[in-house]
């Protein structure tokens, strides 16, 4: 498969280095991006890449590619999604797929009877950690589910300047979250309650954003899941989850560089988690894309749709109404 990359920022050159170096069955053809310097020209270059432009349409016109990954602002991965399906190709977008609902519909719109492939990029379902957790619950090794809970906190803030367009913490950072209440539980959220505050950064919240956040859900069997989120963790990126059923639990713990333990006089000491995502889930990127892939090559069903997409900014939209409201809101309340 011929793949054209949308975007040459942090993901975009994740996503090209993954697929070069270890995704079978794909070549990176083609990159583009409006803001492509003589660096990024460099860095692309180096992994074979002979077509770069700053004019992604450039690559949705390309009929020797069958399929983008879009790894531009947010802003434009709705209107991109459209001109690629309209083009024929088949989509792998990142996550979200936009912050408006509306938008995230006209995809959808688009979609339907349509052959092109389109896969979000929520990369934590392709975790080996959280992979298992799943199979624990789906399999019935803990009975019916009564509580999830799901710890993400990065080990820093980003810039005042990032968290501006961001989309605010909920569609940016708690939207992997919301996915992985859906996959790890197998189930439909039906109300959520949010709470929030500015523990990190003042200017976090000057600029119209929280930092810190535990959510709370109400799942359509009964369920409950918990979420906690902050911008700080001193000592790295904590991403752990548990799921507790009645007949017993699962749980999953931070990767570490090693499992090494040293017990002496001063006392036991272990490694720190992972520091950045990138090292925390590089394998996950590799693994999405290598499904994408896959199933476009085999005509299968990807294993992350709109449908996934659209439902995890539901609950991100959800809960922002919450949090502004003081109230439980029902996902009934929100459209789409």
């Given amino acids: ?155 820093a803030a980003p810039p005042v300047s990032y968290i501006k367009v961001s989309g605010g913490i909920f569609l940016d950072m708690t939207i992997h979250d919301f996915d992985m209440v859906r996959f790890l539980s197998g189930d439909e959220v039906e109300s959520v309650y949010a709470m929030g505050g500015v523990l990190v950064d003042k200017g976090i919240g000057e600029a119209g954003d929280i930092d810190t956040a535990v959510i709370t859900m109400r799942l359509k069997s009964g369920a409950l899941a918990v979420i906690d989120n902050c911008r700080r963790a001193a000592y790295g990126y904590d991403q752990r989850a548990e799921a507790f059923g009645e007949l017993g639990q699962v749980a999953v713990g931070n990767d570490t560089c090693s499992t090494a333990v040293i017990s002496n006089k001063d006392g036991v000491t272990a490694e720190k988690p992972l520091y950045f995502f990138l090292e925390r889930y590089m394998q996950a990127y590799v693994k999405e894309v290598s499904e994408f892939i896959d199933c476009v090559q085999k005509d299968k069903p990807v294993p992350v749709g709109i449908e996934d997409g659209l439902q995890a900014v539901r609950i991100g939209v959800a809960a922002k109404k919450s949090l502004a409201e003081g109230r439980e809101v029902k996902l009934s309340e929100i459209e789409g």
Wanted: one cysteine or more; proline letters at 3%; hydrophobic letters at 40%.
């Fill in 1 to 155: 498969m011929k793949i054209g990359i949308i975007g040459a920022g942090r993901i975009g050159k994740v996503h090209l280095e993954s697929v070069s170096r270890y995704v079978k069955g794909a070549e990176v053809v083609a990159m583009a991006d409006p803001f492509l310097n003589a660096e990024t020209e460099e860095f692309i270059k180096g992994f074979g890449v002979k077509k770069v432009s700053r004019d992604y349409k450039e690559i949705l016109a390309d009929k020797e590619i069958d399929a983008v990954l879009i790894c531009s602002s947010t802003d434009t991965h709705a209107p991109v999604s459209l001109e690629a399906i309209a083009a024929g190709k088949h989509v792998f977008c990142e996550k979200p797929v936009d912050h408006d609902i509306q938008n995230i519909l006209k995809v959808k719109k688009a979609l339907e009877g349509s052959k092109v492939k389109y896969q979000v990029g929520f990369n934590r379902r392709f975790d080996h950690n959280f992979a298992a957790v799943r199979a624990a619950v789906e399999e019935g090794k803990i009975g019916a589910l009564n509580v999830l809970k799901i710890c993400s906190r990065d080990p």
